[in-house]
């Protein structure tokens, strides 16, 4: 299995930019599609956006489809998200997690974290209106 270490959170104005980073261990990372996913107070765990081990495809969710970009450094076993045009419905604690790049890498698939097996400790992001 490998493990994952968020950092990158914090406080900005909606507006605002950050990028999230995913530092992972203890195995071959592009042997991993990795996944972002966030939630709220209150809420459940929700997909944000999915990158195949390669980094050849990715996935968004439809509320950050335009502004988050997800991209991975294999060299450097580290997944990222970038944000852009924050907005304070983007607060949460931001997860990442990993699925083997043998099973199959599809939107139904990976929108779930039930198909995920590892996670992070995550990273909160506030963003203030």
């Known amino acids: 299995q490998v493990q994952l270490v968020e950092s990158g959170g914090g406080l900005v104005q909606a507006g605002g930019s950050l990028r999230l980073s995913c530092a992972a261990s203890?195995?071959?990372?592009?042997?991993?599609?990795m996944g972002w996913f966030r939630q709220a107070p209150g809420s459940e765990r929700e997909f944000v956006a999915a990158?195949?081990?390669?980094?050849?495809?990715?996935y968004y969710a439809d509320s950050v489809k335009g502004r988050f970009t997800i991209s991975r450094d294999n060299a450097k076993n580290t997944v990222y998200l970038q944000m852009v045009n924050l907005k304070p419905e983007d607060t949460a604690v931001y997860y990442c997690?990993?699925?083997?790049?043998?099973?199959?890498?599809?939107?139904?698939?990976?929108?779930?974290?039930?198909?995920?097996?590892?996670w992070g400790q995550g990273t909160q992001l506030t963003v203030s209106s």
């Open positions: 997690a990993s699925r083997s790049s043998e099973l199959p890498f599809t939107k139904t698939r990976i929108t779930s974290p039930a198909n995920f097996a590892s």
């Open positions: 203890g195995s071959t990372f592009r042997n991993y599609n």
């Open positions: 990158i195949s081990g390669s980094g050849g495809t990715t």
